[in-house]
């Protein structure tokens, strides 16, 4: 146990987890709602809660949103309860992944009829929503505050009682339609099914996971403060738990004073020149293909609870992330073959996907405007929150003096949530920390 706090995290989740599986099992409500923070172990909840209830003889589906988060919940479930009978519902043209071919017990079909009557049945939504019969006593939803309410309307009549476990601080549903008429209802399509769920069932119990696994001490109260400002939580290890060293020397030039900052800190701000450049700005994607590379070329050792002695950061454990997709094309070709292997991708396709370090691109980095998108608290949430040792954020200076000059001007709607923490402050939450990591490490 660390000073100052009461209860080990190890504990305090477990109460959690304990509070959340009783409220299922009375039967008493028609929905539990469990808030996470990153990296808190959501599928763990939903695998543990799939596997209760299965035991208990409760036929039931689960619905994801991708086709990745279903096929690793099939994973983690068929390792979890190798004895468990396990339908994937899937698209008629779906090829199954390793992670799913290589489990005996399960089946995998267009149609329920087709997979044998198993104990649990996993799809997204939009496989689900194409299901017109069938009923099932359970449900369970992941990632549910990325699932439009709507998408929840439609597959609401295959399930008596459900789990809807999600992050609500990071990316909200979207829409490549306009949706303005829909503006200020309490069934608005573009709110998250919780969103709507909770404004129709206001009794429903909200849980709330208070220990992040993934983020390190360095970052949990940055992350915190800057997304989850009215729940909080902590990190499930102490500020010795985790290090990251070098086996090789750099150069000393710029780019190593960030990669060294970041492995002392946890964090670092690798920042340009202010100005205003394109949104494929090749100098700021070449500095993240830089910064990766120089990660990798020296050598990186993590040490963790999960490797006392050290484990290798290799290619697969870095992950650089930006706005844009014509930016994730530009830093891969920066990376070229020396690169192969480091995941490169948008905030949207990094969601729930967790690394040793990370190299971020600013999205307001050398924008004239900042734009509802941009400044969208979910998006520098996902970019930011996906390491377990270091993040390095690549920027061009004038950042805080273009969130001053441009103050949000949304109109505000009538009978709409006051969505908090709102971009603009979480931007310069992060900003301030940023800032600060350079002086305050001394060197």
């Known amino acids: 146990m660390r000073a100052g706090l009461e209860v080990p995290p190890a504990v305090e989740a477990e109460r959690v987890v304990t509070a959340v599986l009783a409220d299922l099992r009375s039967g008493a409500h028609r929905g539990v709602v469990v808030d996470s923070p990153p990296g808190a172990g959501k599928s763990t909840l939903v695998v543990r809660a799939a596997v209760e209830l299965a035991a208990a003889g409760e036929p039931l589906i689960i619905v994801a949103q991708t086709n990745e988060q279903v096929d690793d919940l ?26 799913v071919r290589g489990h005996e017990t399960v089946r995998v079909a267009a149609k329920v009829a087709d997979l044998g009557g198993p104990a649990v049945i996993i799809g997204t939504a939009a496989k689900w929503a194409t299901v017109a019969e069938g009923f099932w006593p359970w449900a369970i939803v992941d990632e549910a505050y990325q699932m439009r309410s709507d998408a929840l309307l439609r597959v609401a009549g295959r399930f008596e009682r459900a789990l809807f476990v999600g992050d609500p601080g990071q990316l909200d549903p979207f829409s490549t339609v306009e949706t303005a008429r829909w503006t200020g209802l309490t069934w608005d399509p573009m709110q998250s099914a919780v969103a709507v769920l909770l404004r129709h069932n206001p009794g429903l119990p909200v849980h709330r996971l208070p220990v992040s696994w993934r983020l390190p001490a360095s970052a949990a109260p940055v992350v915190a403060a800057a997304f989850y400002p009215f729940t909080g939580f902590r990190a499930g290890t102490g500020p010795d738990d985790r290090v990251l060293t070098f086996t090789e020397a750099g150069p000393g030039d710029a780019v190593d004073e960030a990669v060294n900052l970041a492995a002392r800190t946890g964090w670092a701000l690798y920042e340009l020149p202010a100005g205003h450049t394109l949104r494929t700005d090749a100098d700021a994607t070449a500095a993240c293909a830089a910064l990766a590379l120089r990660v990798l070329r020296r050598g990186a050792v993590a040490v963790s609870e999960h490797a006392p002695a050290g484990a290798p950061v290799t290619a697969d454990r870095i992950a650089v992330g930006a706005a844009h997709r014509d930016q994730v094309a530009a830093i891969r070709a920066h990376l070229g073959e020396a690169g192969a292997g480091i995941t490169v991708d948008t905030a949207n396709r990094l969601q729930g996907r967790e690394y040793d ?55 505000v709607h009538l009978d709409v949530p006051v969505k908090f923490p709102d971009g603009w402050e979480a931007n310069q939450t992060i900003l301030a920390l940023l800032a600060g990591a350079a002086s305050a490490d001394g060197r």
């Open 357 to 411: 370090v990370t190299i971020v691109l600013h999205p307001l980095s050398g924008r004239r405007d900042a734009t509802a998108f941009h400044l969208e608290s979910g998006r520098l949430c996902v970019l930011t929150s996906r390491h377990r040792h270091a993040c390095v954020v690549v920027a061009r200076a004038g950042i805080g003096e273009l969130l001053d000059a441009h103050p949000s001007t949304e109109i």
């Open 74 to 99: 099939i994973d983690r479930l068929a390792r979890k309860a190798p004895e468990l009978r396990i339908g994937r519902l899937s698209a008629g043209d779906y090829r199954p992944s390793e992670r």
